[in-house]
């Protein structure tokens, strides 16, 4: 492989030169000659704006080496050329995926890499001006995407880390065969949106070993209404991964006017998060044939400005607005869960799209009150005609299903808050079966079980 040294096309890596032309010129000239490696070399700060990756080039950050951003969001790509309305970080509305500035911008760049295990300084406080006690107030906009890498196959981003990502880290679009693999994602918890890594339209990707500390989800498959054209997010390994959230530490949607299928995430470890587990379908798209084993789970509450209230698992299906509809969630199991948190399990379809053929199997849930804020509550957002809603909590809160299967698994209560209350509250379900279930209410003097509209397998 033929190596391109950035300092050999006058890059001076002191921390305040602007490098960006030195190493697009080594990225370009490498592209040119076929392919190989660019090289930031150690004990470097290469202070830079937005660059381009190209095909076949491996962007090398070496170990002691830093690519820090700018901040100048006039010298940031603007992908596809379009208008962009400076009030918004996505182009158009905020479920169209289309980012509208980008510092490492990627497309039809098949085979390209960033790997090294130097780090990508994404400057992202340049971007936000004011923060309350829990998190940044207001919306400060341009932030732009860290890396948005569209419609190329066979990628990989390897052994680098990334810190204060202003807006979502890592956003491949319409890629095939995406290899992540052991990076660091450490983003500011107070700073909103900044998403860890969020495949959107994307097809055989393996995000394994990495570990991600941000304020929004951590990993997010995503089938945004920009990018529809690349068909559905499907064929997805998540394995290895330890990960913190002030949102859901790994999500599908709510991003989903396409669908998603064959998703496994196993051996993965949540803690200190808003939420683990969530499925959330707003736009009208499709999830099937999805596995989570082997996971440990820990959740607490934060500001109620953060969406969620300590769900571990959290599956919902709404229509975002009057212009949209619900999709549909079907064939989603639980082998091996173990979640200890403020809240239990929350399954809620609607009368229109009940969720389909759902599994626990080797699961613990356990309830148990950490932090200052409210109980008893569910968050159900985004959506039209639900929000923040106001029950008692139950290790199992189940509405509008279909084909609940809950076996060898067990509920506990810890630290007790006074909205702690059933193992299962389930209303309008449709075959729900209990296999050597262990679960009791919070106490005596509460029904283990509230059923409404009921149907049972097996009890």
Not at 97 to 122: L, N, R, W
Not at 256 to 272: A, E, M, P, Q, W
Request: proline share 3%; with cysteine; charged share 25%.
């Amino acid at each position: 492989m033929k190596i391109y040294n950035v300092m050999q096309y006058g890059a001076k890596g002191d921390g305040a030169t602007n490098d960006a032309f030195a190493i697009q010129h080594a990225i370009d000239d490498c592209a040119k000659n076929g392919g190989g490696q660019v090289v930031l070399p150690s004990g470097h700060i290469f202070y830079s704006e937005s660059i381009r990756l190209r095909a076949n080039v491996d962007l090398h950050i070496q170990k002691g080496a830093t690519i820090k951003a700018t901040g100048n969001i006039d010298g940031y790509i603007r992908p596809n050329k379009l208008i962009n309305d400076p009030k918004t970080a996505l182009i158009g509305n905020p479920v169209t995926g289309k980012p509208s500035f980008v510092f490492i911008y990627g497309y039809e760049a098949d085979h390209c890499t960033i790997s090294g295990e130097g780090t990508i300084d994404a400057n992202g406080h340049a971007f936000v001006q004011r923060k309350d006690q829990y998190y940044v107030t207001g919306d400060f906009y341009p932030r732009p995407t860290v890396m948005y890498i569209e419609k190329s196959n066979h990628i990989t981003f390897k052994d680098f880390t990334v810190v204060d990502a202003p807006f979502w880290t890592l956003h491949p679009a319409g890629c095939d065969d995406v290899l992540i693999d052991k990076i660091r994602i450490l983003n500011d918890l107070d700073v909103a949106n900044s998403d860890g890594i969020d495949p959107d339209h994307c097809s055989n990707v393996r995000i394994l070993g990495c570990h991600v500390t941000c304020a929004d989800d951590c990993i997010c498959l995503k089938a945004s209404k920009g990018n529809a054209e690349y068909g559905p997010c499907e064929n997805i390994v998540i394995d290895g991964c330890t990960l913190v959230s002030t949102s859901a530490a790994i999500k599908i949607g709510t991003e989903g006017v396409g669908n998603f299928r064959n998703v496994i995430v196993s051996n993965c470890v949540i803690s200190k998060s808003n939420r683990g587990l969530s499925i959330q379908i707003r736009d009208g798209g499709c999830v099937e044939n999805v596995t989570y084993q082997n996971i440990i789970v820990e959740t607490r509450r934060f500001c109620p400005d953060w969406w969620g209230t300590a769900e571990p698992i959290v599956i919902t299906t709404f229509n975002r607005d009057e212009n949209t509809k619900s999709g549909t969630i079907k064939n989603v199991r639980f082998f091996n869960v173990t979640t200890k948190g403020e809240n239990g399990v929350l399954i809620h379809g609607n009368a229109d799209n009940m969720i389909e053929d759902i599994s626990f199997e080797n699961c613990r849930v356990e309830l148990t009150k950490t932090s200052k804020w409210q109980c008893g509550l569910y968050d159900l957002r985004p959506c039209l005609d639900w929000g923040v809603e106001e029950y008692d909590n139950s290790a199992f809160f189940i509405r509008y299903a279909k084909n609940v299967r809950i076996e060898k698994t067990k509920t506990r209560w810890g630290n007790i808050c006074d909205s702690y209350k059933h193992a299962i509250d389930a209303e309008n379900v449709d075959g729900l079966e209990l296999v050597r279930f262990s679960g009791h209410a919070v106490d005596p003097s509460v029904e283990d079980y509230k059923f409404n509209n009921v149907k049972l397998a097996e009890v």
